[in-house]
């Protein structure tokens, strides 16, 4: 009976551990996009400008002190951390769009 029960605890820690460097790899992805977008926007016929890319790049800077904050605040990212950077990663990547547009 206990092995059963260490069995079933070593496994649901072990699935945490994985979901949460999942979950995070998600945030980094979004954001390795973003930063890469961004990039391509100013290269020629990018439609961005010294200026907007200037605009963009310090609001990738906010969200990635705002996730520094959050993962420094406890284990991983809670429900709530990670909706409110999924939400700023939102904006984020639709004034890029809206940017490369113009």
Same mark, same amino acid.
């Given at each position: 009976?206990?092995?059963?029960?260490?069995?079933?605890?070593?496994?649901?820690?072990?699935?945490?551990?994985?979901?949460?460097?999942?979950?995070?790899?998600?945030?980094? =992805?979004? $954001?390795?996009?973003?930063?890469?977008?961004?990039? *391509?926007?100013?290269?020629? @016929?990018? #439609? &961005?400008?010294?200026? +907007?890319?200037?605009?963009?790049? =310090?609001? $990738?800077?906010?969200?990635?002190?705002?996730?520094? *904050?959050?993962?420094?605040? @406890?284990? #991983? &990212?809670?429900?709530? +951390?990670?909706?409110?950077?999924?939400?700023?990663?939102?904006?984020?990547?639709?004034?890029?769009?809206?940017?490369?547009?113009?």
């Amino acid at each position: 009976m206990n092995k059963k029960l260490i069995a079933i605890f070593v496994t649901g820690l072990a699935l945490t551990v994985v979901t949460e460097s999942a979950m995070a790899a998600g945030v980094n =992805d979004r $954001q390795r996009n973003q930063k890469e977008r961004i990039a *391509k926007g100013l290269a020629p @016929g990018g #439609g &961005l400008n010294f200026r +907007e890319t200037k605009k963009l790049g =310090d609001a $990738q800077v906010r969200i990635r002190k705002l996730e520094r *904050k959050f993962r420094n605040s @406890g284990p #991983g &990212l809670s429900n709530f +951390e990670r909706t409110q950077l999924d939400n700023q990663l939102t904006v984020q990547s639709a004034r890029i769009k809206q940017l490369r547009q113009n």
